[in-house]
């Protein structure tokens, strides 16, 4: 690490859209744009939204399709790590962007004119089969399907989806949307077998001749037990098997009192069913506590409006029954301790501490492990074979839809390259100068705008009716506004700075910094500023684009026109083609 | 035992004034901090309905706390934001850092108004406070016909005090509302079977449908849902008495344990060195039932307040109950300590 | 009695519109009717980031001290604001930015800072400046706004008063004052919810008058004028400046002169220059000022010359405190200087005298051909108040000469010792009404002369005169109980409108006690006060100097002891205070 007070001059004068590959550049980029930094799929979330702002619906939807091929999809589902990451949500800045909803906004108000864009390459001839249809798996197929590739998915349902078909209640992702986006990845010729499973129907060596590659995406559909006493009653339910029933159309029985035991979305999905379904008391339990339930804020208020109750710091110890029905649960109370491991807090049952609630129907919700025995009789054996690839939960444990998209798309440009040889792109920083930032201080103050949802009675009057109704366009042109732009650089050009703190006197955070120094990290990439107080220690001020929100107001009143801006992309280009543009 | 320490107590409540007299006490150097959200002092909430009523005078409502000590300060009206444990800050909510040493979260609880209420907001009137006693104070005076919502202890005693105003009311009762305990059929039976003889109409979970301002007053349209039928009622004041929840959104995604309340061990100490928390903000562990038990109760705060002082000096003690452990609600006796198991006689004149 | 009284101060760093949204709340004010009372206090320096302090008092009645303690307090400055907590009262309430672009130290934050029993209301002042006009000016505006609504003042109204402050300004500036304060208000009624007993509502004050809102210095600069001078000369000095940028507007529209001189003693020499050529003519400075004038002064009263020094008293000794106020030059002013010089020293108690005193002083001035000294201060010059228009000057003010008749100019002699002591004088340029006009002692036709009968004559003549001066005196205002008092206090200048109301509030305590003030400082109706001080049981003297210089003063013909009350803090005399040792003194 060395502290300079040399800022990067090269290009800061360009007046046309430049690449760049210089690691500062990726590095201010990953810190700056917090929100497409959380996204497992490094979604252009700034770019999207301002293309919401100027109401191109297709483009923002284009945008989303480049990174994650169910946009519509994971709108509505996600789980949004890109809004805990948003500055907008930040100690004193309001509330995040509601990232998600205009992501479902861009699927919901695109034209019905919209067109796909594919960049497809030429055929290769060669063949893939990828096992499994869930989001990992369809991100897989598409993925090689653009490259050239002949893509075969092989799926053991009736239908595909995976856990989005299967696992995810149709009142939070209506099917027809989803088959839809399915659809429009099978499009690229793209060969499905439903009801077909690997390792039954066919044999995976079968597989193995036919193919030159072949990819597991099998995701997490094994579910946990709860390993213990009376698990085998009559209505007692793991909470996939049971979200399979409603999801396929049938009404698993749920009796006047409904115990659920998990604390993540699978959990809450099965007590909103078992709400729908007529049960007149539904309680999630958990071993650890409500704050920790690894759900987001939104889902546990919908829960608590349709009476859900959310009970934390107890484990189930044994079921207990009567003529083989379940009548109650014992449960042991647990307290919290420490680890020096991720999840850092983990729960611990006290000895001693049974007591036993009333239950006519146990859901455990206690998520799912990869079952891997199911294809792979050999499967250490089979996993390091040549030709052989994984993606998604399959290999990650139990996640999320965005995770394995991302990991599909992962492990597609892996397969692309076993099979080819070619490595076809390459990740630059596209910088553009911008003369205007287009964005009034006055956005800064709209509060995030709620997402309506329908009442009580009609949820349980249809099972199925999409509870969260989405944006409208004023809707969601408003939250458009909201978003700081975060891919927009500010910087002084310490040339023509002349200190007259002007800047300073109008920030509206503790965003514009004087510096002493810089400290660099091993990479050469900006780490942090060594700021001062003092005018005769300060080399340079500077503008902390992790704490700027890009109002603007420093450029306005710069006396010396040193404030540039640049709006900064993170692009994978064609290593093969002529020219980036 | 001299000390460099800066001590915080968040909190003005029985549990924050137990903690100061406690450490003023045994460590008079100290400097110690009372943060409070309330723009007034130390005040007794359960007198808050004689109060109103005219039975006490506003004097009477205030514990006049000696403050005389130099390095004693009372910060009023100032919200707690959040709390960095590992740093040991305090953020304010006005944009102030404050720098503990050891810190007591009394922060008490707050209402909890049910998601369904939230659209009749505009309506309906509490008394968790004492601004809000003041202000509603008159309008009680003046009004004949009240609905009343809920059936927290607050509500019970609003109930009571309207009794003996010789006002009329009706009350609908939600047995969830009865922080940290639910009301089961039998109690709800005998609330009523008490109530209704004064005059009280008792309605059991019926859904409020609409509010609408009429005649100076309003006009309150309620749904039972097991007969599915719509009543209508005109009233002079609607009261809401929803429950109570802790007040502890400050510590929330900080690092505390929270389930219900702020968890404390035995000692009343949280997962942090130096952070205490007492008295209805906290779920305390019980090691004879093995449970995070919440309390309620001035009595259960003073002695929670002094223990977690006590704790924080470096004793060990490990928080006993109170006694009184009862609070008598229409002759229902409801336990001030939830899930508590041992058996005792109520105290017929508990008072919270 | 109505006994509403509001005092609401404004607390910023100098730049951050402290002083003009001072100025918008004291002329809304008294648009509905209200009487108000206004006094800024800023720093020395002119760039920097000093302390500015817009205090305004509000009552039903007239009011004459600016109120000590303040009932609300907008805090635009956080460490400046916090060094003004001590004023602020114990269940008083602070207005504050909740929202600053980074967080507090502790102990750094004025809510913080606050004593229990405040109310604080946290209003992100900057936030909603940004947010009503896209930068950060306009938080005054927003704090006006938050404010009035937390006072349940008509928001209208407000508008329309920050309409007419901007009129002059360009429609942009004009929109995004108003905006700002709009949203501070809105924003107020809709996020905060109230919780203190401060209100306008029902105060129903009379219906607005033809009032004029303004200063000390405003009010004699319009004196002034109305007074016909013709010729103004003077240095800058705070607090005094005021009166000269006037002149130099005004007096060249009626052909008159302002000239800037190169410092105090060619001012007052132009000055006395002007009066010899039988023009009005007028000074004014403040102490160090005054100090260098002090050699002229003598000229004026030894060549019976009309001069009139308005003498605005700041901090002293020296620059001392330039922008606080003080009554430390009644010494000066009465008896500066060398030799037996008497001269007139007037002292106005409020704007209205202030008007009144300067038409008396031109008057004085130039029938009793004399210096006149118009003692004001810091606080008097720089406060503002909504007064009545003034009434029109008695035309026989205007033109005041006593000059010779015909007969008299055979043999005319210039200091003719007569009974009154005023010798008619002639306009250089009168045919026959020649004389020498020398500051040598000198005989009755102007010649230097130095034997002992001459002085000794010619002293007593200015003496007489200067006694005689005493009949022109405005009434001495004594203020309270009848016959047998406990408490007298005695008082000058603007100090006397702090005792009157402290006579007033220690009477409603059950007091008997009276105040007494003359503007007449010299010669001084030492009969009237003679007769007033047997009423008394106790004398008080509470002044704004360290030794008690009217005190002394009143003690040397009272022939009995007084008790001194003497603030040297460069604040205006408080009521408070008076009241306090009233009480002491029971």
């Known amino acids: 690490m060395k502290s300079s007070t040399q800022f990067k001059q090269d290009h800061s004068s360009a007046s046309s859209p430049y690449f760049s590959d210089d690691v500062r550049d990726f590095s201010q980029v990953e810190k700056s744009i917090p929100c497409q930094e959380a996204c497992p799929a490094k979604t252009n979330v700034p770019g999207y939204i301002r293309d919401i702002y100027e109401e191109k619906y297709g483009r923002a939807y284009e945008i989303n399709r480049a990174c994650n091929i169910l946009p519509g999809v994971l709108g509505r589902i996600c789980s949004r790590p890109c809004e805990e990451a948003c500055r907008h949500g930040n100690d004193n800045n309001g509330d995040s962007v509601a990232i998600c909803y205009l992501k479902r906004s861009c699927a919901d108000l695109k034209s019905p004119m919209h067109r796909i864009i594919e960049g497809l390459y030429t055929p290769t001839g060669k063949k893939v089969a990828v096992i499994g249809s869930g989001p990992a798996g369809l991100a897989v197929a598409h993925e090689l399907a653009v490259m050239g590739h002949k893509v075969t998915i092989y799926e053991s349902e009736e239908k595909p989806g995976g856990m989005l078909m299967y696992g995810i209640p149709e009142f939070r992702l209506p099917r027809n949307l989803l088959l839809s986006e399915i659809e429009n990845i099978l499009r690229l010729g793209i060969d499905l077998h439903t009801s077909t499973m690997i390792g039954k129907d066919i044999n995976l060596e079968d597989l193995h001749d036919i193919y030159d590659a072949i990819v597991a995406a099998i995701g997490c559909m094994k579910p946990r037990t709860l390993e213990v006493a009376g698990e085998g009653l009559e209505n007692v339910y793991n909470g996939l098997d049971f979200m399979k029933m409603v999801n396929a159309g049938q009404t698993p029985y749920v009796g006047e009192k409904t115990v659920v035991i998990g604390a993540g979305f699978t959990a809450v999905d099965c007590a909103r069913s078992a709400v729908r379904l007529g049960a007149s008391q539904v309680d999630i339990h958990m071993r650890k506590t409500v704050e920790l339930m690894r759900i987001d804020a939104h889902e546990k208020v919908e829960a608590q409006y349709e009476h859900i109750g959310l009970h934390g710091l107890m484990q189930p110890n044994r079921i207990i029954g009567e003529n083989g029905r379940v009548t109650g649960i014992e449960f042991l109370r647990t307290r919290l301790e420490q680890t020096d491991r991720s999840p850092y807090r983990v729960s611990v049952p006290i000895e001693n501490s049974e007591f036993v609630i009333p239950a006519d129907t146990i859901i455990a919700a206690l998520g799912q492990t990869p079952d891997k025995e199911v294809i792979f009789n050999r499967a250490q054996q089979s996993l390091t074979m040549e030709g052989y690839f994984s993606a998604g939960d399959f290999v990650s444990g139990s996640s999320d839809v965005i995770h394995a998209i991302a990991d599909g798309k992962r492990c597609a440009q892996e397969v692309d390259h076993y099979l080819t040889g070619i490595v076809r792109k390459k990740k630059m920083v596209r910088i553009e100068p911008c003369s205007t930032t287009d964005r009034d201080r006055s956005f800064d103050f709209i509060s995030r705008t709620a997402m309506d949802t329908i009442g009580l009675s009609e949820r349980k009057a249809q099972l199925t009716a999409e509870v969260e109704s989405g944006f409208n366009t004023e809707q969601a042109y408003e939250e458009s506004k909201r978003c700081y732009l975060c891919n927009l650089r500010y910087e002084i050009d310490p040339q023509r700075c002349i200190y007259c703190s002007a800047c300073i006197d109008v920030m509206p955070k503790d965003c514009i910094k004087m510096v002493k120094g810089i400290v660099f990290e091993d990479s050469g990439a900006y780490q942090s500023y060594e700021t001062s107080q003092y005018w005769n220690q300060a080399t340079a001020i500077s503008i902390d684009n992790s704490k700027c929100i890009r109002c603007g107001k420093c450029l306005e009143v710069c006396p010396m026109d040193c404030i540039s801006v640049h709006k900064t992309e993170l692009v994978e280009v064609d290593l093969a083609s002529e020219s980036f543009e | ?352 | ?586």
């Open chain 2, 1 to 352: 035992m001299a000390s460099n320490d800066h001590y915080v107590i968040a909190g003005n409540g029985p549990a924050g004034n137990a903690a100061l007299n406690t450490l003023r006490k045994n460590d008079p150097e100290s400097r110690i901090t009372i943060i409070s959200d309330e723009s007034v002092g130390f005040y007794s909430k359960p007198r808050l309905c004689s109060y109103i009523s005219g039975r006490i005078e506003e004097d009477e409502l205030f514990i006049h706390e000696d403050l005389s000590f130099d390095n004693t300060r009372l910060r009023l009206g100032q919200h707690i934001q959040s709390i960095d444990p590992d740093q040991k800050i305090i953020f304010l909510s006005h944009m102030e850092k404050i720098n503990y040493t050891k810190l007591i979260i009394a922060s008490g609880s707050k209402p909890s108004p049910s998601p369904y209420m939230t659209q009749f907001m505009p309506y309906l009137k509490s008394i968790t406070d004492f601004h809000e006693a003041k202000t509603h104070k008159q309008c009680i005076h003046d009004a004949q016909q009240f609905l009343v919502l809920g059936g927290d202890l607050v509500g019970f005693k609003f109930i009571d005090m309207l009794i003996s105003m010789g006002k009329a009311a009706t009350l609908i009762l939600y047995p969830q509302a009865f922080w940290p305990f639910v009301l089961d059929s039998d109690m709800v039976d005998r609330i009523t079977a008490s109530l209704e003889p004064k005059g009280i109409r008792i309605m059991v979970n019926d859904r409020i449908q609409s509010i609408q301002d009429a005649d100076g007053g309003y006009q309150v349209a309620t749904l039972n849902h097991a007969r599915n039928e719509i009543e209508e009622h005109y009233c002079d004041q609607v009261f809401a008495f929803s429950g109570m929840t802790p007040n502890i959104d400050f510590a929330c995604k900080k690092g505390f344990d929270i389930d219900h309340g702020i968890l404390v061990n035995e000692y009343l100490r949280t997962r942090f060195q130096d952070v205490y928390a007492c008295g209805s903000c906290a779920q305390i562990f019980n090691p004879i039932l093995k449970v995070y038990q919440t309390t309620i109760g001035w009595t259960n705060a003073e002695t929670q307040g002094e223990i977690a002082a006590l704790n924080l000096l470096g004793a060990n003690q490990v928080t006993r109950l109170a006694p009184q452990k009862y609070f008598d609600l229409e002759g229902v006796k409801i336990k001030t300590s939830w899930w508590d198991d041992t058996d005792e006689n109520p105290n017929p004149d508990g008072d919270f």
């Open chain 3, 1 to 586: 009695m109505n006994t509403f009284d509001i005092v609401i101060e404004i607390c910023g760093s100098a730049g951050e519109g402290t002083i003009s949204a001072g100025e918008i709340l004291a002329r809304f004010m008294s648009s509905q009717g209200y009487e108000i009372m206004s006094f800024d206090s800023y720093p020395a320096e002119i760039r920097g980031f000093g302390k500015c302090v817009a205090h305004t008092r509000v009552n039903l009645n007239p009011i004459y001290s600016p109120g000590k303690y303040a009932d609300v307090l907008i805090a635009l400055n956080d460490k400046h604001a916090i060094s003004q907590l001590g004023f602020l009262k114990p269940d008083g309430i602070l207005i504050y930015d909740n929202q600053p672009a980074s967080f507090h130290e502790e102990d750094q934050s004025v809510a913080g800072m606050a004593e229990p029993g405040v109310t604080l209301y946290g209003i992100p002042l900057t936030q909603l400046a940004h947010e009503a006009a896209g930068n950060s000016r306009g938080r005054n505006m927003v704090s006006l706004g938050a404010m009035a609504c937390l006072m349940e003042i008509p928001k209208d109204d407000f508008v329309t008063a920050i309409q007419n402050r901007y009129a002059s300004k360009k429609q942009i500036i004009i929109d995004n004052n108003i905006d700002s304060f709009v949203l501070g208000y809105n924003w107020t009624g809709e996020n905060i919810k109230k919780i203190d007993e401060y209100s306008f509502k029902g105060t129903e004050p009379a219906p607005p008058e033809d009032k004029l809102i303004i200063n000390g210095n405003q009010s004699v600069a319009r004196a002034a004028i109305d007074s016909n001078i013709s010729f103004y000369a003077g240095y800058p000095i705070t607090p005094a400046t005021k009166i000269m940028e006037i002149m130099g507007k005004e007096l060249p529209k009626t052909g008159g002169i302002m000239l800037q001189t190169e410092d105090e003693i060619s001012a007052i020499g132009a000055v006395i220059g002007a009066g010899f050529g039988g023009k009005r003519a007028m000074t004014a400075t403040s102490g160090p000022g005054f100090s260098l004038m002090t050699e002229f002064t003598g000229l004026a009263v030894m060549s019976e010359i009309p001069a009139v020094i308005v003498n605005s008293m700041r901090g002293g000794p020296c620059t001392g405190l330039p922008t606080k106020t003080e009554q430390s030059d009644f010494n000066i002013a009465v008896a500066g200087g060398h030799g037996d010089a008497p001269r007139i020293v007037l002292a106005p108690v409020d704007t209205t005298d202030c008007y009144e005193a300067t038409a008396l002083a031109f008057y004085l001035a130039e029938k009793y051909q004399t210096l006149v000294v118009l003692l004001l201060d810091f606080f008097l010059s720089n406060s503002i108040r909504n007064i009545d228009v003034p009434k029109p000057i008695n035309p026989s003010f205007l033109s005041a000469n006593i000059a010779p008749e015909p007969d008299q100019l055979n043999g005319y002699q210039r200091y003719r010792i007569t009974g009154s002591g005023i010798s008619p004088r002639t306009i250089p340029g009168t045919p026959d009404g020649m004389y020498f006009s020398t500051g040598l002692e000198h005989d009755e036709n102007g010649r230097p002369a130095y034997d002992s009968d001459t002085h000794e004559k010619m002293t007593r003549k200015r003496f007489v005169k200067h006694g005689n001066a005493l009949d022109e005196a405005p009434d001495v205002v004594i203020s309270g109980d009848d016959g047998d008092l406990d408490i007298g206090v005695i008082s000058w200048g603007s100090s006397a409108g702090a005792a009157r109301e402290a006579v007033d509030a220690a009477r409603a305590e059950g007091i008997k006690a009276a105040s007494f003030s003359s503007i007449m400082i010299s010669p001084f109706p030492e009969e009237k006060l003679k007769v007033f001080a047997d009423r008394c049981n106790t004398l008080l003297v509470p002044e704004l100097n360290f030794t008690g210089q009217f005190a002394d003063f009143i003690i040397n013909f009272l022939q009995r002891p007084v008790v001194k009350l003497n603030f040297v803090t460069g604040l205006p005399m408080a009521s408070e205070d008076i009241l306090e040792k009233m009480r002491e003194l029971r």
